[in-house]
């Protein structure tokens, strides 16, 4: 009796429980999925676990790079809104660059201890705090910037044009839906 002629075991062969232990970091990953997913037609979790894994993966490849220009991952997000959006209030920063408020304080406390940017009051409403970018900051932020295009631009190197528009316009969609769907989750839990 072979594997092959018994159709039990064919569907147990398909359905899988793959186990990938990284003992130095302490993570498991569980996946569950089938032998052949090109047998499949594309499911949405299967869909989403891609897109996790990839942008888990760029991330990770764009950090290095950050690494070695001193700055964390939070400081570059915040220079680099300032960079392209000039002075923005404090709680608008947090949301574009996603920290929570204590986070994003933080995070400005740092960077004006290192000279990278000024708090600057609003003359219209004294409770409303600016932050730019110094000179200095913009010095730091521009070439590191530059270099992050270029990394990211290696990384979408083999798509065209076309392709990267429709994968923009794709997950654009994607995360439209999440977000209205997610209101109307939250709106439900409120007390009338």
């Not at 995070?107 to 004294?126: F, N, P, T």
């Not at 070439?143 to 290696?154: L, N």
Request: glycine share 6%; proline share 5%.
């Amino acid at each position: 009796m072979t594997l092959s002629t018994e159709p039990w075991h064919s569907s147990a062969l398909k359905s899988i429980i793959l186990m990938s232990m990284e003992i130095g970091s302490g993570i498991v990953k569980v996946l569950i999925g089938k032998l052949s997913m090109k047998e499949d037609a594309p499911t949405p979790v299967h869909t989403w676990l891609v897109m996790m894994k990839a942008m888990r993966a760029i991330t990770r490849y764009a950090v290095t790079d950050l690494e070695k220009s001193g700055l964390g991952d939070s400081d570059f997000r915040v220079l680099e809104v300032l960079l392209h959006k000039g002075p923005l209030p404090v709680n608008v920063i947090g949301p574009k660059v996603n920290l929570t408020p204590g986070s994003i304080s933080v995070a400005v406390e740092r960077l004006v201890a290192k000279g990278l940017v000024s708090r600057i009051e609003c003359s219209e409403d004294r409770r409303v705090r600016f932050v730019d970018l110094t000179s200095r900051g913009k010095r730091v932020i521009a070439p590191i910037f530059q270099e992050h295009v270029a990394s990211i631009e290696k990384v979408f190197a083999d798509l065209s044009s076309e392709e990267l528009r429709q994968l923009e316009q794709q997950l654009k969609r994607i995360g439209r839906q999440a977000e209205s769907m997610l209101e109307r989750r939250i709106a439900k839990r409120r007390p009338a």
